[in-house]
């Protein structure tokens, strides 16, 4: 099968790794403060805690880490897949246009990420660009890219 455009993004801004890091000060911040606040529990508490806030944070920077948002143009349709929340790709189907616009994605959609926002589903994990693409029922969906000329190229040749 012939592959005309393919798009992997992943979150790397320095915001994105400003808030992780400060997640992860805050959660062991607050354990430390917690354990010499408090000196008249069992140690077991503590551990079990400890390892909880543990767990946790890098069970969540594990999580952001793998996020990806890959995005394909193949001879036979237009396929992404929003890593690790999709196991599989999903195939856009059914869209009567497509057009690459600019967006504004903290007011349009919330943020980044997987987002409905008023104007339908967003995909997305940087950046302000996308291919929208519109079906016959009124709804749209966008998917963010880096390289929204050359996937409007290939979109065109499907």
Aim: glycine share 8%; aromatic share 18%.
């Amino acid at each position: 099968m012939k592959l005309y455009f393919s798009e992997t993004q992943k979150f790397n801004q320095l915001w994105f790794k400003i808030v992780i890091f400060g997640a992860i000060l805050i959660s062991i911040s607050s354990f430390i403060i917690m354990f010499f606040k408090d000196l008249n529990r069992p140690i077991e508490y503590y551990l079990l805690n400890g390892a909880i806030v543990l767990v946790t944070s890098f069970f969540i920077i594990f999580l952001f880490l793998k996020m990806r948002l890959l995005t394909e143009v193949r001879e036979n349709g237009c396929y992404f897949k929003f890593s690790p929340f999709h196991r599989k790709f999903r195939k856009i189907e059914n869209y009567i246009s497509f057009e690459k616009i600019e967006y504004r994605p903290i007011r349009e959609y919330g943020g980044w990420g997987i987002r409905k926002g008023r104007n339908g589903w967003c995909y997305n994990v940087s950046g302000n660009t996308g291919v929208l693409f519109k079906f016959s029922d009124g709804k749209t969906l966008l998917i963010g890219t880096q390289k929204g000329d050359e996937f409007i190229k290939s979109l065109e040749k499907l």
